[in-house]
């Protein structure tokens, strides 16, 4: 795609999937145990592509369900006040769940729903996120699994959007920012 707002690749096709398989390689290892299967909740819209490809790499019982949230804020800063669009179809009592992220910039959004979906009792819930910017974070976020770090500029692609573009990109790119 030849367009002026696709600024540097920071992480290319091939290892985005080398590290997909990674870290299914590690999830299959430390949930090898489940006694009623893994329950992935993917966060729409950005966790689209990232959940459907770890999950066919997972070697164990698994599921899957999507959340979809909002963060109030401008397009490009999390304000951390966060809306629940769409709620989960399957509860989450007594199960073994992984909630799945594009990305954790400021925390904010996994904080609000990672102290939701405790409230519901799973068995355990961790969390994986492809990217992460912990430069943005006073503090290291609570995340068992992380893909990337990366550094703090916007990114694009392979899920991630900005107003909505970009999102089918094989790979990651830092957003050209224009005017
Ligand atoms: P947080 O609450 O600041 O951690 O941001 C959470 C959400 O903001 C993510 O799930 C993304 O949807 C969005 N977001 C944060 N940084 C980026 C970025 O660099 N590109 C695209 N979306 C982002
Ligand atoms: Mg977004």
Redesign the pocket.
């Known amino acids: 795609m030849s367009d002026p707002a696709i600024g540097e690749i920071l992480v290319p096709e091939d290892k985005l999937a080398a590290r997909v398989k990674e870290l299914a390689a590690q999830i299959s290892e430390d949930y090898a145990d489940t006694t009623n299967g893994l329950l992935l909740i993917g966060?729409l819209k950005?966790a689209l592509f990232f959940i459907a490809d770890l999950m066919r790499e997972l070697k164990v019982p698994c599921e899957v369900d999507f959340m979809a949230v909002s963060?109030y804020g401008s397009a490009?800063?999390?304000s951390?006040v966060?809306r629940i669009i769409k709620d989960l179809d399957l509860p989450l009592e007594n199960r073994d769940v992984l909630i799945v992220?594009?990305?954790?910039?400021?925390?904010?959004?996994?904080q609000y729903l990672v102290r939701n979906l405790k409230s519901r009792e799973p068995r355990s819930l961790e969390v994986c996120t492809l990217?992460s910017?912990p430069s943005?974070r006073p503090e290291a976020a609570d995340v068992k699994y992380v893909g990337f770090e990366i550094p703090d500029?916007?990114?694009?692609g392979y899920g991630?959007?900005?107003m909505e573009r970009y999102r089918n990109l094989r790979y990651v790119a830092a957003?050209e920012q224009q005017g």
Request: hydrophobic share 40%.
């Open positions: 966060v950005g963060s490009t800063h999390s951390g966060v992220e594009d990305i954790v910039d400021s925390g904010l959004t996994l990217l910017k943005r500029r916007f990114v694009i991630l959007d900005h957003l």
